[in-house]
């Protein structure tokens, strides 16, 4: 059946009512018609689903009318490639958007359902490892708020990122099952399935008109199966789709070995599929080696390609105004196979001369660089891509040819030079690196903050950026308010509302309005009490989660993130360990209570940051329960931390950690969500931390420690730590007390080696920024016993953060990378 043009102005479908009893009468129809219950026997997740089904039927209007729009206008489409959207819970981000959070609470409330307990129940999306995969979700959010027709492109891991418990205070990492009680959010998409395939081998055909194409022949073949959830901007002003793609098993393939009797092989060939969307690597910011990961890549990257050539071939007919109509965001280079895939398809499949095509390529793609640690800059043995992708072997051994004789007749590179720009590592086995594949192929190349892109141009990247000056530029990270200020403290959001009007829930950098209120005791006495009820609310959390009593008077000293060297979760508890050894020496002085807040998942492989979370719970143990220490310290470890248990904490906290080694941290992120909650931070010049110390005057920030080039010179010096510790009788007596078993009766050498490691090379500078760490602690209680003075500091953070919003961050990615327009 021939099929009939599309009309994409024809009337956009009706919007349903908002009012508590249409929303009232529709959660009930869900709930009997969809989920199929009995409102007098329904079940909590029941109630959820059939909540969530009414709250999605609400934004659908707007999401036909944003694809149509685009349809219509031509509008330039981004694309956004991760491996990782560390989402979170949608419920509350969807009502909040488009406004019917007080309807579908009262509608609830009529149907004796607690919204509040609805919204617990949502499994947390956590598709994502940590800052990188939240980065991508807080992006997605800000691309519909600015009306940017984006798709987000990634996998439909069936298990996202391990659910974290404690045994003895170990790490135990335990499957999750975000899927156990369905996804109400998503639509599969069967129509939308694309082959994707491997190995094989490279044919080449000779054309009628004498040219020679290559064609890969693969010799396994799956389906990618794309299942769609929407992603609603502020205000609904726009829905966009967020794309995941499912590994299954080809049918007829399957139906074949089914017909033939082997049952065994065509069960072997389904599971072999479903591998490779069946969980996330939960290795933080270092490469998986294995086989599947390369696979999930690629799996990922050609499935989406397939779709956005299908889509614009669709719209246009013609590939040459790829890039005037499709700009691809590679987030780190996970999807950096796509620039081998794109020139696949457009040479092979479509027969564009290769010169053509590459100017395509790097017209189409940007690339975003998330770190610099070298053992997390991805490579693959060329001997598994030749096996796994013989044709994209070749085209990266093309690619590397032209740069090659670019760099050396162009450029005059000398062999160091040219060692340094190729595609292939020569050292100890031949390796492609995927980082100068997604710069090469990319005509932008972006860091996350402005240390962070200098020393990428420093670093890695020198002699290409030599080659190519004008690529790399700066794109400083973001979190959307939304979530991380008007979701997560609604008290925080109304009382700023009342003082400074609703401008700022449309254009965050009005938050600079509240700087003149700092000052004001009456808004002082409100913004602290807004903290206090927080705190409470986490003091319940701590009870419950941990038995720990705390109170919301004290200090509430927090660093949550992944656990790892660099982040330096040991310097801030080897603190913990030289405070509780002053307060127990010095009964006669005035302390400050002070709570030590700590939330983070180790990778399941990496020994040293699990010793350091049982070290944590260790000092928690001891220091908790001594009665010496008269309540004036405490240590908590809060399990499983995870977007939403970011939520609670983050508007709870006073003091926020953001400590790590100088020249390390790319970014982060999680330092500008305590700022926009009026938390002070302690930090070093690291990462974005650089600009908020910036933004918010040296006055309002408690910065130390080494800078990234002390780091540097002493790292090429490699003197020995020993002296500074000598040096410190603070420091020692609290390394030998953890050294020789004080936290670890049970195991007195549990921590030798870690210790020793201190002493030994101290690569994270933990020994030698500890001095200036402790003294920078001694100024942040000094400023919490002038409490006027504290508040004001609060209040300056949170008037500051609107540079830190992901809304900026956005909109200098639209000007500067992809030429579209925004809202
Ligand atoms: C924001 C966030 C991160 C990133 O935190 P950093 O402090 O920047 O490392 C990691 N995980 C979760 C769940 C987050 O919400």
Redesign the pocket.
Known sequence: MPQKPIVYDAPTPQPRATTVEAIQAEILERLIYSVGKDPIVARPHDWLRATILAVRDRVMDRWMESSRETWRTSNKRVYYLSLEF?I?RLMRDAMSNVGLMEPVQQALRNLDVDLGDLINLEPDA?LG???L??LAACFLESMSSLKIPAYGYGIRYVHGLFRQEMSEGWQVELPEDWLAHGNPWEFERRESAYEVGFGGHVEPISDPDGEVRQEWRPNEHLLAVAYDTPIVGWRGSRVNTLRLWSAQPIDPILLDKFNSGDHIGALEESAKAEAITRVLYPADSTPAGQELRLRQEFFFSSASLQDIIRRHLQQYGDLSSLPDKVAIQLNDTHPAISVAELMRILVDENGIKWADAWTLTKGTFGYTNHTLLPEALESWPVSLLERLLPRHMQIVYQINADILKEAREKAGFNDQQIANVSLIDEHGGRRVRMGQLAFVGSHSINGVSALHTDLMKQTVFADLHKLYPERINNKTNG?TPRRWLMQCNPALTKLISERIGTDFLDDIEKLHALAPHAEDPGFQKQFAAVKHANKERLVRVIKDRLNISVSPDALFDVQ???IHEY?RQLLNIIHAVALYDEIRAHPERTWVPRVKIFA?KAAPSYWNAKLIIKLINDVARVVNHDPAVRGLLKVAFLPN???S??ETIVPAADLSE?ISTAGM?A?????M?FMANGAITIGTMDGANVEMHKEVGDDNIVIFGMTTEEVAEKRSRSEVPRSSIDKSPRLREALEAIASGVFSPDDPNRYRDLIGGLYDHDWFMVARDFDAYWDAQVEVEKLWTNRKRWNAMAIRNTANVGFFSSDRTIRQYAADIWGVQTA
């Open positions: 560390l979170g956590a490892n940590g800052g995969g939240r979190i949550i993130k992944r982040k983070g931390y995870n977007v248990l970011a953001q941290e970014s982060g992120t999680g330092n969500k």
